[in-house]
């Protein structure tokens, strides 16, 4: 019994004492949470972005009950895409606001990097959150994958 409780001593005490890989980093300091509302249509998404470069998503009930159904890791070339969309953004200086139209329509934001944190919200057409919405929909989309791999290719046919 002392044995088994030794080992697990050393390997809680190594994992801790492990070095920090740069997988653990991939995004360069970067985290994100989209949060997508539109009360008239009843559509909703959820978006984070984790700093080892995974994305999660929850659509519809899931983003209303705060929850990530799905987790895909995003590539390097996605990570830097979804990097110079927030940079083109300027969600520092200072952080956007919405147009107010429709008001059923809400998006809420938390971004942090190395250099600084925000976090607002944005009622109604708000483009430069629209702009980062359509590159995170984009790589989230991976989540069909499994899915279309499954259907006939063109030229099959199938008895």
């Not at 470069?53 to 799905?70: P, Q, S, V």
């Not at 940079?87 to 952080?95: K, L, M, S």
């Amino acid at each position: 019994m002392r044995a088994i409780a030794a080992i697990i001593a050393l390997f809680i005490a190594g994992g801790c004492a492990a070095p920090a890989s740069s997988a653990a980093d991939a995004t360069g300091g970067v985290t994100l949470r989209l949060q997508m509302f539109d009360t008239e249509g009843g559509a909703a998404a959820l978006y984070e972005v984790a700093r080892d470069g995974t994305l999660g998503f929850g659509g519809g009930a899931d983003a209303r009950l705060d929850t990530i159904a799905w987790t895909g890791a995003m590539t390097a070339e996605e990570i830097a895409e979804l990097r110079a969309a927030l940079e083109a953004q300027q969600w520092f200086e200072p952080a956007p606001t919405g147009s107010g139209e429709p008001k059923t329509l809400t998006y809420r934001v938390d971004l942090r990097r190395p250099s600084g944190h925000v976090r607002f919200r944005a009622t109604g057409q708000c483009p430069p959150v629209e702009a980062v919405l359509t590159v995170l929909d984009r790589i989230a989309r991976k989540r069909f994958e499994p899915f279309m791999q499954t259907l006939p290719r063109p030229g099959e046919r199938s008895n």
